[in-house]
């Protein structure tokens, strides 16, 4: 008996152009999303309470994975790669906005000056962690005049003088470079370790308001 030869018929699907290009904004959405969620996280500057470290008007990247990633819609965070350490630049949701569900939670980026069980002090603008002179190269002055304890009938007073306070479990200790014009710690309280959404690794474009042309020289520029 003869046999008879296969054939195999192919049939093509002829995709019209909009839907190929609807298919693809799709696809880049979705990476889009899974990259800011997990990997990394772009923040623009809006104050000047990193000065000099960070200017108003840099652009960054936050890497987010770092500390661990986060269930989506828990607060459970499964495989960092290491704690948040002393030095570390972070960004973080303000923990005052959780005492406002109504409003839109702001984010802020501080240095991590205390770890969980460490002892702050500031005393005569001096920061003391454990006892130690706790100095950094990258914090600044910019104001000569000391605000006194009970001079001020407000947070204020703790600006350059705040008594010793002890870091609790699972919280953070974090204050401005730009020591004066800071709103942190010292007046708000801790940070506590679910609020951390990453850190801060590098700047990849900056913007002078004022000059109104790209600062060159801070693109590209590692944040230590």
């Known amino acids: 008996m003869t046999k008879l030869p296969e054939f195999k018929e ?17 696809v880049a959405a979705i ?49 960092p790669l290491t704690d948040p350490q002393r030095g570390d630049v972070i960004v973080f949701e303000f923990p005052g906005d959780l005492e406002k569900p109504w409003l839109e939670r702001r984010d802020f980026i501080k240095r991590i000056v205390g770890t969980p069980g460490d002892t702050v002090e500031v005393r005569n603008k001096r920061v003391y962690v454990n006892g130690e002179v706790y100095d950094l190269p990258q914090e600044v002055h910019k104001e000569s005049s000391l605000i006194l304890p009970g001079t001020r009938v407000s947070p ?19 204050m401005g470079d730009n020591r004066d014009r800071s709103y ?13 959404k990453g850190k801060a690794f590098i700047k990849y474009w900056s913007w002078d308001g004022e000059e109104h042309w790209p ?10």
């Open 10 to 26: 192919e049939i093509k699907q002829n995709k019209t152009w909009y839907r190929e290009y609807g298919e693809a904004l799709l």
């Open 31 to 79: 990476l889009a999303l899974i990259i800011r969620t997990f990997v990394v996280q772009a923040f623009k500057i809006p104050s000047g309470s990193m000065e000099d470290t960070l200017l108003i008007g840099d652009h960054l990247l936050v890497c987010k994975f770092i500390y661990g990633t986060e269930i989506p819609f828990t607060d459970k965070v499964v495989l």
């Open 156 to 174: 204020e007073d703790r600006r350059d003088f705040m008594p010793k306070l002890v870091v609790p479990p699972g919280q953070y200790f974090v």
């Open 184 to 196: 942190d710690s010292r007046f708000w309280g801790f940070v506590d370790r679910d609020l951390i």
């Open 215 to 224: 600062r060159f020289n801070r693109i590209g520029r590692l944040i230590d």
